[in-house]
């Protein structure tokens, strides 16, 4: 069936009439067609006023493929045009489907019709293509043949079938000529442009991106630890694991979890503070900003907390990354009420942890001290540090794994005894970087024992000698030994230090 053009430019000769809309005592205007003028439809006379409260019956008259030919000529590669009977009702399916979109949508295009049964989405791909996604559970057929599921998508042509439940639709490369778009499409198509969101975003990522590529990495202490090369600390490193190392490899699965962006580690001295934060930061292929927080402040008022907006601008163009700080007590010690730089300070520094929280950034701030007890109040009732770790001296179970694992790589006797050795170690209190010193001075000893250092110095050693080379007992006991006698009691220094 034809439908008759309606003539837009007679609607200036149609006689207007006054009348008065209820309750309001306004008169409004209203277009009325004389009978004669009317559109005919087979049997039927349709007569219609084109004021705003006959719009509907105007927009009846447009086919719904029309509608999607012109919505379709409206939007540009990557974006977006919904087409349902509501989008409220739809909401569920849609926002599942738009999650699916492989690209940044910079425009979404909603077009309403209560004829249609089943929503749909429509896209245009760079080379002018136009593609169908389906948000729903049922699948919609091409031509009645080619099966298109849940959120699938499927490239469409000029006159290709799209089949639903009750309802075909036919994708055309133009609308009608018999309808004037322009004045009604306000009434079943509304736009929402993200451009300037999306290029803010693009911008930001792109940067990051090209950062990692031309900013070279800080360099780490320890090239290449892992956990597994990190003894007794079982409990920290499950834990890290979980709140940080995985959420950092697989941000899209924690997307919608609130993440802690802060940890504080402490702990007594040598206990691995370090070499676990690094270690983390290689298990999540990281970059790793290692620094001192002394090396953050300065005489100079307003320098501190330029130099820490400057590292964590550093660690977002290298993300992921880490920020490990040492000494975290130097700058967030109790305060005593009088200090308002040491205020400031501590403020900057949760307000950049907040920003990364806000902006999503794979950037975590891993903070260590070994005076915990003396971090401020602000510091640890704040949720951006929300995971405290305590890192504490192995016991006797981690003294032999840390043994195991720093004996391993020197060759040993056939008469050391690990377990033997632990429990001495272990009585002996030591933490793992102990551990780890006495085995280099047993190595030590070792070519002492063997005159390797007599050898160098006169210029006879060669590295063939290196094939009897070994770390005995004797080497290790020796070594044990000068560690206790390198402990020193603490003396009181200044003025009644001898008192």
Not at 153 to 171: E, G, M, S, Y
Not at 199 to 228: H, M, V, W
């Amino acid at each position: 069936m034809k439908i008759l053009p309606i003539q837009q430019n007679n609607l200036s000769s149609f006689p207007i009439e006054k009348r008065v809309l209820p309750n309001s005592g306004v008169q409004s205007p209203r277009y009325s067609i004389p009978e004669a003028d009317a559109v005919s439809y087979g049997k039927f006379q349709v007569n219609f006023c084109a004021g705003i409260s006959n719009i509907p019956k105007a927009l009846d008259l447009i086919p719904l493929d029309d509608k999607i030919a012109y919505a379709m000529q409206q939007i540009n590669p990557c974006e977006f045009l919904i087409a349902a009977k509501d989008i409220i009702s739809q909401a569920p399916k849609l926002r599942e489907c738009v999650a699916s979109a492989p690209f940044l949508i910079r425009k979404i295009s909603v077009l309403t019709d209560k004829n249609i049964k089943e929503p749909l989405m429509f896209t245009k791909m760079y080379d002018g293509s136009c593609v169908v996604f389906n948000p729903n559970k049922i699948p919609l057929f091409l031509n009645g043949f080619l099966p298109v599921g849940q959120n699938e998508a499927a490239a469409l042509n000029t006159d290709d079938r799209i089949v639903l439940p009750n309802q075909v639709i036919i994708i055309k490369d133009e609308p009608g000529e018999d309808f004037n778009f322009e004045k009604y499409k306000e009434f079943f198509l509304k736009e929402y442009n993200f451009e300037k969101d999306v290029q803010e975003i693009s911008t930001r990522y792109n940067l990051q991106k090209l950062s990692q590529l031309i900013t070279p990495r800080k360099e780490k202490d320890c090239e290449g630890i892992t956990f597994a090369q990190i003894g007794g600390q079982k409990g920290v490193i499950d834990t890290l694991k979980k709140r940080i190392l995985f959420p950092m490899k697989y941000p899209d699965v924690f997307k919608n979890n609130s993440m802690n962006h802060g940890v504080i580690l402490y702990g007594p001295p040598g206990t691995g503070k370090s070499l676990i934060a690094e270690a983390l930061a290689n298990e999540a292929e990281a970059a790793v900003f290692k620094l001192c927080a002394t090396e953050l402040t300065s005489k100079w008022l307003g320098e501190s907390e330029k130099n820490w907006r400057k590292l964590f601008t550093d660690a977002r163009s290298a993300q992921p990354s880490i920020i490990y700080i040492d000494e975290f007590d130097a700058i967030a010690r109790q305060r005593g009420g009088n200090d308002t730089y040491g205020d400031k300070l501590i403020n900057q520094v949760l307000s950049l942890l907040s920003d990364v929280e806000k902006n999503k950034d794979n950037v975590y701030l891993v903070a260590a001290t070994n005076n915990y007890e003396i971090l401020d109040p602000a510091i640890l009732r704040s949720g951006r540090f929300g995971l405290h770790l305590e890192v504490k001296s192995p016991d006797l179970e981690g003294t032999k794994e840390i043994l195991k694992i720093h004996s391993q790589r020197k060759p040993m006797s056939k008469d050391f005894n690990p377990d033997e050795i632990a429990e001495m170690m272990y009585a002996k209190k030591m933490t793992g970087a102990d551990i780890a010193a006495v085995l280099d001075s047993a190595y030590s000893n070792a070519f002492e024992r063997l005159e390797f250092y007599k050898c160098m110095d006169n210029g006879t050693f060669t590295p063939s000698m290196m094939s009897y080379f070994e770390v005995n007992k004797e080497d290790l006991l020796r070594a044990i030994d000068e560690f206790e006698s390198k402990k020193k009691i603490r003396q009181p220094i200044g003025y009644n230090s001898g008192k």
